[in-house]
């Protein structure tokens, strides 16, 4: 049983009659404000419902978008070489950052030579190698990890934002 007061149709009867476009109960509804309203609820959801239902693609729709992604060029691969040409740069510059301050390494080894014949020069030896070694090698030694840091991370950003490549569905 319905929450409806007595004189009301029931609610089956009601829409049923509204389907069929007339009868008795959709005459009481036309006076009945309880029943205007459910009616009234009943059209907003059906009108909800034929929007949810509504937005049928285009039939070209599929078509055009495969269109459109076949235009565009397949970026994928020239990011991925772009990334690794910039990893092996990277890469180079840093080896020759390590080969052109092989004074400083040969500083830290003078140093020990030293050692042997004096450990107080060789503390200085020592001393004045890292210091050589630091002064001339960290900073680029430093930027040459933080660059590999950078150009992996965007290189996975990059691949990551290209996300997966439209199938042949
Ligand atoms: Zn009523």
Redo the contacts with the bound molecule.
Sequence with gaps: MTA??P???ELEV?FTELEAGAGP?LA??R??????A?LEEHRQLEKDLSRLADPAPPPDFVHRVMARVAAEPPPLHRELWTGLSILAASLLVGLGVLVSNDAALSGAGTGLARFLVDGRAFLEGLRSGVNALWNTAAAPVAGLFALLLLSSLFGIKRLAGNGPQPSEA
């Design positions: 409806t007061i004189e009301c149709p009601l109960a009481h509804a006076e009945c404000e309880v029943c205007a459910i």
